[in-house]
């Protein structure tokens, strides 16, 4: 059974061998596109040493970027499910909360967070607030609607234990649907720290002076492909880390040998 | 939360209050809008929708809007349909091959973490300011949870099934054919409708950073203008195009997986 | 003033009728086993007792007043598995004294003693996804234990429960009867079970379900199952279900 773990554990390095080598067989060796739109791993590598030290051509190194950018994407972030999953969580439990905000969440949800950008442009101009708003958005549909189900999934017979035993409605939703409620929850924090950081590059491109977003498309009207490309990988490794840590903070607070 | 069985009540209570609330949203709107100093920031409701309604026969630009929801969907339908025949047996070989999976997924897992719009500046680079570069970044936009999903529905087959059918002497083949494919396509689905809404983002995303018509340019060109009642039409119309394509996988889907509704 | 006191009791569901006129009294500190087929509604009396069910018509009453889980002290042990996946053992077990308030000196003593008699101390710190089905529900039992009820209800608890577990927690169940004084009604198939442990048996109909008969079963504790008066009153109930 060892063997074949490592059968397949080859054949993945070898793969993504293959890919780095043709990677950089078809730009820097038969230079079958320009180094300028498509440069090599190598130049990558290099262009990624260079910028983390040097400013032009976008105003800044890639740490300042990186900066800009996580300051912006954790405000708009932990803003959108500090509001999207009590905000579940109530419409979940209480019928009369669910009555009233449900049709206005569904009427605004079908617009994409992208698509709040030019009003956000238009009212708050470009900079942080219009960015964080725009965050803000994205992130707190999936914590809403994660919340929400979490809670209507509540097993009924948990419920009625706790009210045999004499808990009322709140010390219930307390102890027992929001505990059983945590997986969707962690489930929807993690979907909205996705579309957050997607939307935070959009909201880069496009209202912004500074940040990863602003820098590859800065870079894109200088023509300089290798600072976008470690950008973009910037921009995915971080994506990937901010997850990582969500997920162990999950494994942590979300305990429990769960049958579901 | 007692069992009491209520459901004519509770069907015309949820659309009594949608109404409700509907109608309120729009009186607050509307009366924000005419008693406050909001009017310097946003337009009445009718203005909005007097808008919405005169542009099926006014041009927004140089076409009608009508036109340039026509060209969104243009991009996407081919963006999508890309996604499809590459992210769907991409997934499925992954999910029933362990050497495929081997092969694909780091470079999968490589590539997954950067986000479909981070590829805009690169695709633009690569294919210009026309078409193909929306056709591409919508297509990576949406065929990363095609990918998954397809995968995620090919491997957790239930072996119980395919156990069955081995017994009965069904050959690798047949068993795909008669029971992988099929027991996946719900998680198949699932895939598609978040990647079809990845896509309708992609596509709005991409037409506001360069375009000449579409919905994502009706929105940008009403911020440069300052048009609010432009962007505001924009951004409705964005919505219920958005709500439409969801609904129309949606019915999709229960024509084709009668026997495993999961209801929403 | 008997404890659970039932008046004319109708339950429907929608056409179907379930609970059809039912009657009867329990007295304070009574042990009574209700026994009848399959799907005539005994769970169904046990939930409209506590309030989960609302009823056509008829009452219940404890104490002479209304049923309020505020204020009587109830523990239902159900039918289906109802440990909370997300607590341990321990936990689960302290749940319904937590929501009584019990000081914390108690709930810690109680918690070691109601572990120890269903057999479960050393898994207190294990969470129900790694234990088995049978493991769960000595953990029910042992929670509803916990809070010292004065009304315990138990519908089929030792169902699932092997042979030597569940003689042995008839036998605990009948000692902590005598000791606390507790009032019990414990739904059972087993008839052998029913005229081991209770004091009065209640024989219950097909549905619509009426009350078929509902006597004393006077046999001293404790008892015997091979002598001829347990055998005797096992037949009497025996033929009085004979619903096939």
Known sequence: MKEKKLKYTLISVASIAAFLSVWYLVTDVFHIFPSSTFPSPVKVAQAFIRKLTVKTPDGGTLATHLAASLKVALYGYLLGIGIGVPLGILMGWFRKVDLIVKPIFDLVRPIPPVGWIPLMILWLGIGMRAKATVIFVSAVTPSIINAYTGIKQTNSVHIWVARTFGAKSLETLIKVGIPSALPMIFAGLKVSLGASWMALVAAEMLASTEGLGYMIQMNRMVGKADNIMVGMITIGLVGAMLTWILEKLENKLVKGGRTK | ?264 | MSKVEVNHLTKSFGKLKVLDDISFQVEDGDFLCIVGPTGCGKTTFLNSLVKLYDVDCGEILINGEAVDLNKHSIAYIMQEYSTMSWLTVRENVQFGMKIRKFSKKKIKEKTQEVLRMVGMEKFADYYPGQLSASMLQRVSIARAFAVEPDLLLMDEPYGQLDLELRFKLEDELIRIWQETKTTIIFITHNIEEAVYMSRRIMVLTNKPTKVKEDFENPLPLPRNVTEESFVEMRNRVTNLIKWW
């Open chain 2, 1 to 264: 939360m007692r069992k009491k069985i209520r459901f004519q009540n509770t069907k015309a209570e949820t659309a009594v209050y949608f109404c409700a609330s509907l109608t309120g949203l729009l009186l607050i709107w509307y009366l924000a809008v005419r008693y406050t100093n909001l009017n310097k920031v946003m337009p009445s409701p009718f203005e909005v929708f007097a808008f919405v309604g005169s542009s099926f026969v006014k041009n927004i630009g140089s076409r009608i809007l009508p036109f340039h929801i026509l060209a969104s969907l243009k991009r996407v339908f081919v963006g999508y349909f890309l996604a499809c025949i590459i992210g769907i047996p991409l997934g499925i070989i992954m999910g029933c091959s362990r050497t495929g999976k081997a092969v694909i997924k780091p470079i999968f897992e490589l590539l997954r973490p950067i986000p479909g719009l981070a590829w805009i500046p690169l695709a633009i680079l690569w294919f210009g300011i026309g078409e193909s570069s929306k056709y591409f970044i919508i297509c990576v936009s949406a065929i990363v949870s095609i990918i998954l999903n397809s995968y995620s529905g090919a491997s957790q087959v239930d072996p119980i099934l395919t156990g069955a059918a081995k017994m009965l002497g069904a050959r690798p083949i047949q068993i795909f054919f008669y029971i992988t494919l099929p027991s996946s396509v719900p998680q198949i689905f699932a895939g598609l409708q978040v990647g079809l809404s990845s896509s309708w983002m992609a596509v709005i995303a991409a037409e506001m950073i360069r375009a000449s018509e579409g919905a994502g340019w009706i929105i940008t060109t009403g911020m440069e203008s300052g048009n609010t009642v432009q962007i505001l039409s924009g951004m409705i119309s964005i919505g219920l195009v958005g709500l439409l394509l969801a609904s129309l996988l949606r019915l999709m889907e229960r024509g084709l997986c009668a026997w495993n509704i999961q209801g929403k």
